[in-house]
């Protein structure tokens, strides 16, 4: 695993990071989520990302990283790992369990903190912009959370490129630079290139790409159709079946053929070619087997890209 610099900072995060948005809820098999944890770190996989409401339900991928951590990170493991949450989506009913006040950020560390039991987590993030809640304020509670010693680092997601702007001056003039922004970037999601990460740059500031397979549409699982058992089948999945369109799919085959030149499968080119822009800290990936987190792994054998592969990728995505 190479390890690169997040913005200007003195933090090392892997290349491949692991997300636990799915397949560590309660509904979930505790094993098979153990499994994948161990052998991610055994592979050299120090980032864990996770946020409150992450499941289902919401709240149980925290306590069952918890478990995990307590089976097998006890004593100085802690201290190679790399801890992630967020607040900002709905977690809990009522006025006080969504956006972005104080009031929520901070009862939700203090509630992470409890399911995971730990002291602290090395980064908590913003998870996303509130539009009625002066940004000092949210700015203001990741200082206080880091000030705290419940979090080493503040990061913002989900924030444009005026947010994030305004974001990191605040945070800076408070004393706590903003460490990283995740943000959702794949070569069907292009946003970040319109603007983002040029910021991010100017900041000193690192980028981490969430959904880099796009919901799985980068794989080869939709290269004939939308098989039974995809995302995109599935009515309470992020992924909606008139995403995987005849155009898209046509876009995947053609993806999948440059692909196998490169002696990759679609997944790996996809996640090499976010790598490729020295802008990108990390990606995080999900995984549902250890065998599918191998695979994504072994992406970074091959993350150079010819101009003609580059040109020909363009061509097809435009």
């Known amino acids: ?71 097998n990170f006890q004593g100085n493991l802690r201290d190679e790992i790399v801890i992630s949450t967020k607040a900002g989506y709905t977690m809990w009913n009522g006025p006080y369990g969504d ?42 509670a990741l200082d206080y959370a880091v000030r705290s010693g419940k979090a080493l680092y503040a990061g913002i997601s989900n924030y444009n490129p005026e947010q994030t702007k305004e974001a990191t001056e605040i945070l800076k003039r408070l004393g706590t630079p903003c460490l990283i922004h995740q943000v959702k970037y794949s070569m069907f ?24 397979l796009a919901q799985g549409l980068l794989t080869d699982k939709y290269l004939n159709g939308i098989p039974e058992n995809s995302r995109a089948h599935n009515p309470n999945g992020h992924l909606k079946e008139e995403e995987v369109s005849e155009e898209r799919i046509r876009k995947i085959v053609q993806l999948n053929d440059i692909a196998k030149e490169r ?15 020295n802008r990108v800290t990390s990606v995080l990936i999900g995984a549902s087997s250890v065998g599918q987190l191998n695979n994504n792994i072994d992406s970074l054998q091959n993350l150079n890209f010819s101009s003609d592969e580059l040109n020909a990728i363009e061509s097809i995505l435009k």
């Open 189 to 212: 999601v292009r946003t970040p290139e319109e603007g983002l990460l040029d910021v991010l740059e100017e900041k000193g500031v690192g980028c981490i790409a969430f959904s880099p």
């Open 99 to 140: 956006w972005g006040s104080r009031k929520y950020l901070l009862s939700s560390l203090d509630q992470s903190l409890k399911r995971m039991k730990v002291d602290y987590v090395d980064i908590f993030y913003s998870h996303r912009f509130d539009p009625e809640t002066p940004l000092e304020e949210t700015m203001s």
């Open 1 to 71: 695993m190479k390890y690169n610099r997040c913005g200007k900072s003195g933090l090392l995060l892997p290349q491949i990071s692991l997300g636990l948005w799915h397949n560590f809820g309660s509904v979930d098999s505790f094993e098979n989520a153990e499994s994948i944890a161990k052998a991610a770190f055994d592979k050299g996989i120090t980032h864990f990302d996770l946020a409150n409401n992450y499941g289902p339900v919401p709240g149980s991928a925290e306590t069952n990283f918890g478990k995990i951590l307590w089976h």
């Open 263 to 277: 002696n990759q499968s679609l997944a790996q080119m996809a996640l090499a070619w976010l790598l490729k822009d």
